[in-house]
């Protein structure tokens, strides 16, 4: 029997990441999960049953966000219940965040791919996620002076 990895991300950049993992879904009982726009419609006839989505939602707008998040957290229990992962998957952001807490409390192995995108600052998700992962990686070197415990795994794409 196939180990269930679901693996989540936000869209955008963190979602172009977490797809250069595509390789690995069909070696796995897979689960994918990004937030809902028209960019990602694809996943639904590619990946069928194999899918879930988040509701978009950015920092940037400081009004509806945290009623954003605060639905995503409970969307996100109901996909972490309904599939029940032994390991989660993501290259962040905020969206992941909820999952990662949940795969903790529920003793998921938490795998968290620090976005290439920062090469000397932490991000606020790796913060968070940083004390949970089972194994935190990092895209750059440099970015072990600020996760020590990380392991450089150098770029994803």
């Known amino acids: 029997m196939k180990k269930k990895v679901l693996f989540i991300s936000s869209t955008g ?3 172009k990441e977490l797809m250069q993992l595509e390789s690995l879904f069909s070696k796995y009982d897979s689960y994918i999960i990004t937030e809902k726009i028209s960019s990602n419609d694809f996943l639904k006839k590619k990946y069928k049953n194999k899918c ?3 509701i978009y939602g950015t920092k940037d707008h400081k009004l509806t ?6 639905a995503n957290c409970f969307i ?3 996909y972490f219940l309904k599939f029940r992962p032994k390991y ?36 606020i998700t790796g913060r ?30």
């Open 13 to 15: 950049g963190h979602f």
């Open 52 to 54: 879930g989505f988040l």
């Open 65 to 70: 966000y945290p009623f954003k998040l605060l």
């Open 76 to 78: 996100s229990l109901y």
């Open 88 to 123: 989660i998957v993501t290259t962040g952001a905020h969206t992941a965040g909820p999952m990662c807490c949940l795969g903790f409390i529920f003793r998921s192995k938490i795998i968290y791919i620090e976005t290439m995108a920062n090469i000397t600052k932490k991000t």
């Open 128 to 157: 968070l996620v940083y004390h949970m992962a089972s194994l935190f990686i990092v895209q750059w070197e440099s970015m072990l002076k600020l996760y020590p415990k990380a392991v450089y795994a150098g770029l994803i794409f």
